[in-house]
């Protein structure tokens, strides 16, 4: 979905946009007001009531459905059989904008496209706090708690056998008078 100018008819000569955004939460994606045409820079949604005397839809809530669509398109000829399902325009549009990471897949296409990979990797990690540490620190610092559990229970153990006195109560050593 792209920005579109909103027709302001004030006389401060003030352009704004109307595109996707995110919502407060970051569940949803609403329509909000923009002050450039790349929908960068957030204005109040106000505006658009002020320009087209209606408030701006799905400011509040998804435009995004929570229940899935078929993408699947079937057209039945003059007989009443179908041909070959088709994909919906809207499900073929939404796939050729959008940011492709298919580089697990490349066994079974072709041609996969990857120019997405880093986007995706980037925004999975960081936008939920999630940035897990290599491979690499994992196993070092498995091998130093291994190491050093090894280290203390053998520390430990000494301890242990050193403390062992026996005490014999039979002789006259240990005897009161």
Known sequence: MECKE?????DDGSVYYVGPTCSSNGQRINLGVFTDQ???????DSVFAKATGISLPYASESIVSEYCISCKQEDANNDGYYNDPEITEICEQSYEQSAKCESKLSSSLAYPITSGCTYINNLAMHEVGYNPT????????????????AVLAAFAFKLHSQSKKTINLNSNDGAVV
């Open 134 to 149: 290599s491979k690499s620190a994992a196993v070092g610092f498995a091998v130093f708690f291994g190491i050093s559990t």
């Open 6 to 10: 909103i027709d302001n008819n004030g």
């Open 38 to 44: 790349y929908c960068t820079q957030s204005y109040d």
